[in-house]
């Protein structure tokens, strides 16, 4: 192996690196969303079971309780529970936004090193074939020609074996992801019906405590 990689020239070390930068990401992305997993069903179900019982405070360390990115977000809007549903919607779509920001970091790096990788593969195949027709014009000996076209093809297959393993995670953690955000809207969007709920039962009651007070004073 490393007899191959010290033939296929100078690109081998890039693509190195570029091997290196990926995994490290990789490992990175794998440890930061293994975080941002939890039991959503078990986490809404013990919120919506305080706020019926207009228990925000309790809500509130619920969401405490839970590290993922559901709960970060359900507790922005929380408290901003005072001020009123647009403000609890603004620092829903806030919150949501940065945990989005935070799940795709790293993202674009595993791109580059897809996209990059098989030029630099391909740079290292144009140089060693230029060097190997060059040699070809000083000896006349074809076989030279083919041992280094063998050598300078290294780099390409080198190229597309860090190339491929990149494309390949990127896309694995963009499903993933995609998997959280549906979460996180599907219990934004309950949430903020469940709330709605709750005005409209505090409104209720208070008409009624209104209309009671009002026949005690008629009485």
Sequence with gaps: MLEIFMKGGFVMYPLLLLSIIAFGVAIERMYTLSKVKMDTKEFIEKVFLALS??????????????????????????????????????????????????????????QSVAGISPLIGF?????GMIKSFEAMGRTGNASEVAIGIYEALITTAAGLIVAI???????????????????????????????????????????????IGGEYLEI
């Design 53 to 110: 019982n207009n228990l925000i405070t309790e809500a509130l360390q619920t969401c405490e309780t839970y590290s993922g990115a559901v709960a970060r977000m359900l507790k922005a809007g929380l408290q901003k529970y005072q001020k009123g549903r647009e403000e609890v919607e603004k620092a829903i779509t806030s919150s949501g936004s940065l945990e989005v920001a935070k799940m795709e970091r790293g993202l674009s790096l595993l």
């Design 165 to 211: 393993p990149a494309a390949f995670i990127k896309n694995y953690f963009t499903n993933r992801i995609n998997n959280f955000v549906y979460d996180m809207e599907e219990s934004s969007l309950n949430f903020l019906n469940a709330l709605e709920e709750l005005e409209e039962k505090l409104a209720q009651r208070s008409t009624q405590a209104d209309s």
């Design 123 to 127: 740079l290292g195949t144009v140089v």
